[in-house]
C-alpha cells in the first residue's frame, strides 16, 4: 500500500481563478477527511465523507470550496475565486471505521497552495 | 466548544534530554486523544494515542497518559535523540470523524 496520495504537491495560482485538488486514500479506507493548515498552526477540519456521503462540514468551509468523493475512492476539493486568504497546505487523510471504534486517520503529504 | 492547547515553542533541547510537551484538552464526553508528528519536509503520522482515563499510550520511546481529572495528554521522552526533531500535535477526536489538533510545538534536539 502506498498510503495517501494528493496532486499537486504545489499549486501557485492568480487571485480569482479556480483550483481543484484529488486525493487518493489507502484502498480499503471508507472514510476520508480534508484539512487546512497554516504556517505556524495545527490542521484545521474542513469536512469528511463515509464512502461517497458528505457526513460533516466545518464552517470554515465557505460556498466557494466543495468537495466530493463521487465513487467513494478518491475525493476532490475545489475552491472558486480563490483568494489570497486561501493560502495554506491542504491535508487530506483516511482511516477505516468498523463499529464506532476510532480508528486511526493516516495523512497525506498535503498540497500546498499560493494564491498570488 | 471543543480545543486542544500546547505548549509554545520551539523547544529546544541537547541530546539525551528529557523532554515534557504539554497538552491539555476541553470536550464534552469522552474524547479520544492523539499525539501526531511532522517531521521536516514530510506528513503527519501518528505517534500515540489513547481511547480513554488512564489509558498510556507509547511509541518509540514516548509515551503520554490521559489524564481526565486534569484534562491533559502530556508527552514525554525520557532521552531525546536528533532524530526527533519534528513539529509535534496533539489532537483529540471527540466523535463524529474529524480531529481537532492543537497549534504545534518544534521541537529541536541539538548533538
Known amino acids: 500500500d502506498t498510503g495517501v496520495s494528493q496532486d499537486p504537491r504545489h499549486k501557485i495560482t492568480k487571485r480569482g481563478q479556480n483550483v481543484t485538488f484529488r486525493c487518493d486514500p489507502i484502498?480499503?479506507?471508507?472514510?476520508l477527511y480534508w484539512y487546512r493548515q497554516t504556517l505556524g498552526q495545527g490542521p484545521e477540519f474542513l469536512t469528511y465523507?463515509?464512502?461517497?456521503?458528505?457526513?460533516?462540514k466545518s464552517r470554515l468551509l465557505s460556498d466557494r470550496f466543495s468537495a466530493e468523493r463521487p465513487k467513494g475512492s478518491f475525493s476532490t476539493l475545489e475552491i472558486q475565486r480563490t483568494e489570497q486568504g486561501d493560502s495554506a497546505m491542504y491535508l487530506c487523510a483516511s482511516s477505516l471505521e468498523m463499529g464506532g471504534a476510532k480508528n486511526i486517520q493516516y495523512f497525506g503529504a498535503g498540497t500546498r497552495l499560493s494564491v498570488l | 466548544g471543543d480545543s486542544v492547547t500546547q505548549m509554545e515553542g520551539p523547544v529546544t533541547l541537547s541530546e539525551e534530554a528529557f523532554l515534557t510537551i504539554n497538552c491539555t484538552y476541553t470536550a464534552t464526553g469522552y474524547p479520544s486523544l492523539f499525539w501526531y508528528v511532522q517531521y521536516p519536509g514530510e506528513g503527519l503520522q501518528l505517534l500515540l494515542k489513547a481511547t480513554k482515563a488512564d489509558d498510556k499510550g507509547s511509541n518509540k520511546g514516548f509515551e503520554a497518559t490521559y489524564r481526565k481529572e486534569t484534562t491533559s495528554f502530556h508527552l514525554e521522552k525520557g532521552s531525546v535523540q536528533v532524530s526527533d526533531s519534528a513539529v509535534y500535535f496533539c489532537?483529540?477526536?471527540?466523535?463524529?470523524?474529524?480531529?481537532?489538533f492543537g497549534q504545534g510545538t518544534e521541537l529541536s534536539v541539538k548533538p
Open positions: 465523507f463515509q464512502n461517497e456521503a458528505q457526513l460533516e
Open positions: 489532537a483529540l477526536a471527540p466523535g463524529g470523524g474529524k480531529l481537532i
Open positions: 484502498s480499503e479506507h471508507n472514510r
